[in-house]
């Protein structure tokens, strides 16, 4: 007999199905009411599904609530990863900037997912963001002091650096029914990548 247990039995393509229609409706739930204002029975009907159907593919809400953020967290990673150490250090930081931006437009729902999570004191992702993500940010951080020591920006404390690209990237989704609500029909990414290449651009450039 085998040492090792048998793979487990592929899913048919009516549960990858179901699956993912479980994920797609949790996301929807999880960032429009939060996780502790979100049922099962919520997501059940989103997803178009009967409750004890969904409960076939997750036990529980806390089930899908965890495995969306196990697949956001690698992804809320790859913008700051990409950052190269041996590249032109403006061109890179606005790079960065960049990226979320364009995660704000296409994930927003994701965002206000990872948002409500933080706002409920990071429960669920908190091993992570004193691990994985804080080593990240260290390891950036000293690229970016690096770059300003060598003068090739301007002296900024890198860790509220990036702090600063977070907040003024990850805004124009957590908040853009706010936005929206001021610009009317214009939409808010238009203008926001070019105000923010000018911004930041002037904040790194040396004197």
Known sequence: M???????????RIQTKNRAAILDAGLEVFSTFGFRGSTLDQIARAAGLSKPNLLYYFPSKEAIHAELLTGLLSTWLDPLTLMRADGDPVPELLGYVRRKLEMSRQFPRES????????????????????????????????????????????????????????????????????????????????????????????????
């Open 112 to 207: 206000r997912l990872f948002a409500n999570e933080i706002l409920q004191g990071a429960p669920r992702v908190k091993a992570a963001l004193e691990g994985e993500l804080k080593d990240l940010v260290d390891a950036k951080a000293e690229v970016i002091r690096g770059w300003a020591a060598a003068g090739k920006i301007a002296d900024v404390h890198p860790h509220h650096l990036i702090f600063s690209i977070w907040s003024l990237t990850q805004h124009y989704a957590d908040f853009d029914v706010q936005i929206r609500a001021v610009l009317g029909e214009e939409d808010p990414f238009e203008g926001a990548e070019a105000y923010l290449d000018a911004l930041f651009t002037k904040m790194l450039t040396p004197a």
């Open 2 to 12: 085998s040492a090792f247990p048998a793979d487990p039995k592929p899913l048919t």
